[in-house]
């Protein structure tokens, strides 16, 4: 029987996760889908599955990400901080132990509630807890004060 019992706990596990990911990529392309791109004077994102119409959409300003620490954008699916005066950076809100989003970024990192993992502000890189590996970044530009999805 407890077989059957891990067997059953696997798949249900991966099907949720695949279904909030997928909801989480359909939100993010419904909310840019009222966008108009026609003749853009700006180039459209390259990177794979960046959600395109997503791309150049002002994100946030510069003032509103405090130096020394960071504003997480849970729709877009991502936290941008300011480790140093004007060094902007971008990374994916999903923690790499468990995908468990980011909840708060203070103290210097970037924090995750469900298992303790934390982040750095200028890397994504590990500083504690059981995530594997660091956050992975995301694409933003910054142009004048706004703050851009790549």
């Known amino acids: ?3 059957s019992d891990e067997t059953l706990a696997g798949p249900c596990r991966r099907t949720v996760v695949a279904t ?3 909801a989480g990529l359909a ?5 840019c889908g009222g966008s108009e791109d026609k003749d853009s004077a700006e180039p459209a994102g390259e ?6 119409d997503a791309a150049g959409s002002v994100l946030a300003r510069t003032s509103d990400i405090p ?3 960071g504003k997480i954008f849970k729709d877009e699916g991502v936290v941008v901080t300011q480790p140093t005066k ?3 950076k971008a990374f994916s809100n999903k923690c790499t132990h468990k995908q468990c989003p980011v909840s708060s970024v203070e103290d210097g990192t970037i924090n995750c509630p469900c298992h303790g993992s ?3 502000l200028a890397d994504g890189s590990v500083q504690g807890g059981p995530a594997p590996k660091p956050l ?3 694409g933003i530009t910054v142009s004048g004060d706004s703050i851009k999805l790549a």
């Open 20 to 22: 909030l990911g997928a």
């Open 47 to 52: 990177q794979a599955g960046d959600g395109g």
């Open 67 to 69: 130096v020394g620490g």
């Open 118 to 120: 934390r982040f750095a």
């Open 136 to 138: 992975p970044s995301a």
């Open 1 to 3: 029987m407890t077989t």
């Open 27 to 31: 939100a993010a392309l419904t909310a």
């Open 86 to 88: 004007g060094d902007f």
